[in-house]
């Protein structure tokens, strides 16, 4: 009976050391991030061992693995982005109901995973303005730094939330990957050409935005002409009369703080000539003009946008996208008929 009970003991000892054993393994791991191989040259086994004893602690419960990933794409629609629009890339969240700011989040997450991925020593990237944009810098966690020079794309808004201005952003951005950066010291819009003109001759703007137009990736969001999602940016420039003018002659969205209508033209307007940037026109240009934009009361712009070739990488949700496609879709059959 003592043999039994000793046996006993020493069964339950082992079995004790076991459970330990894989613990210890499990958090070097999973806590610690040492590889396979480290962990049995620290222990004084092999590599295949270790592999086994990982996943006799999943069998066991002592590690849960759980996929905590709320951002989904929707790959279809993506797809179906790039074939009709003729787009480089397109990043879809599915938004599931969330809120808008939640959705912005998300879409910022992707974005900044997207840009990581282009992103080398020696580029120039140029940045925009916006909410979007101000979540996806928000969103950049890089594990390395590159030596990007960071540059405003258009003159700064002076507007009343800074965090979403290009000036905040550049830093921001810039900080992220450890990159230079610079400012373009002049505002988006003024009083007249004849300043305009003037501003651009000054050799520090003519620098920023020389620099700018040869970007590798231009960063930005699509303003749309809706009410709700236009006076934010436009405040302190256009009043609400003036932007719903702009809207009866067929503006639709602006970037580059320069309007455009439904087929992506910018528009022959005044109020084009007194902004100070490097103009839609710049973008055809640069390789990779990553738009992230959401929203069914931005989907005209997106699509106008889209239309005009302003962009070839899109980052939005798949509410967003499918009212892009079936519009876009539908002005094609309504052209189809014209002819």
């Known amino acids: 009976m003592k043999k039994t009970a000793s046996s006993s003991s020493r069964n339950k000892a082992a079995h004790i050391d076991l459970e330990q054993t894989l613990i210890d393994v499990a958090i070097l791991y999973y806590e610690q991030q040492l590889t396979q191989e480290e962990i049995s040259q620290r222990i004084g086994t092999s590599r295949s061992t270790i592999s086994r004893m990982l996943d006799e602690a999943r069998e066991r419960g002592i590690v849960h693995i759980k996929i905590n990933y709320p951002w989904r794409r929707n790959h279809d629609l993506e797809d179906q982005l790039v074939g009709q629009f003729g787009l480089h890339e397109a990043r879809v969240l599915v938004a ?7 959705i912005r989040r998300g ?11 282009h992103v080398k020593d020696g580029q120039v ?10 979540s ?8 390395r730094e590159v030596a990007l020079t960071v540059v405003p794309v258009i003159g700064a808004l002076g507007s009343d939330n800074p965090l979403i201005d290009g000036t905040d952003l550049v830093r921001r951005f810039a900080g992220a990957y450890g990159a230079e950066y610079r ?3 002049v505002p988006l819009l003024v009083e007249d050409p004849i300043t305009r003109d003037s501003l651009l001759k000054l050799p520090k703007v003519q620098e ?7 970007a590798e990736i231009v960063l930005m969001g699509i303003g749309a002409l809706a009410p709700e999602v236009s006076s934010g940016i436009w405040k302190g420039y256009l009043d609400e009369a003036r932007l719903a003018k702009l809207r009866q002659i067929g503006a639709v969205g602006h970037m580059c703080g320069q309007f455009f209508d439904a087929d992506g033209k910018t528009l022959d307007l005044e109020v084009n000539g007194r902004t100070i940037g490097i103009g839609i026109d710049a973008l055809s240009s640069i390789h990779n003009v990553i738009a992230v934009a959401s929203g069914l009361r ?12 302003h962009l070839n990488i899109l980052v939005t949700d798949d509410d967003t996208a499918k009212a892009i ?8 059959t309504l052209e189809s008929i014209k002819v």
């Open 208 to 214: 920023i935005l020389a620099l700018a137009r040869h």
């Open 96 to 102: 599931s109901q969330r809120p808008e700011e939640e």
């Open 298 to 309: 931005k989907a005209g712009a997106i699509l106008g946008a889209l239309r005009g070739k």
């Open 136 to 143: 996806t810098i928000e969103a950049l966690h890089p594990s």
């Open 325 to 332: 496609l079936e519009s876009g879709q539908a002005q094609e």
């Open 125 to 134: 990237l140029g940045l925009s303005y916006g909410r979007s944009l101000l």
């Open 107 to 117: 879409m910022g997450v992707l974005a900044a995973q997207l840009i990581d991925s």
């Open 183 to 185: 400012y373009l010291p």
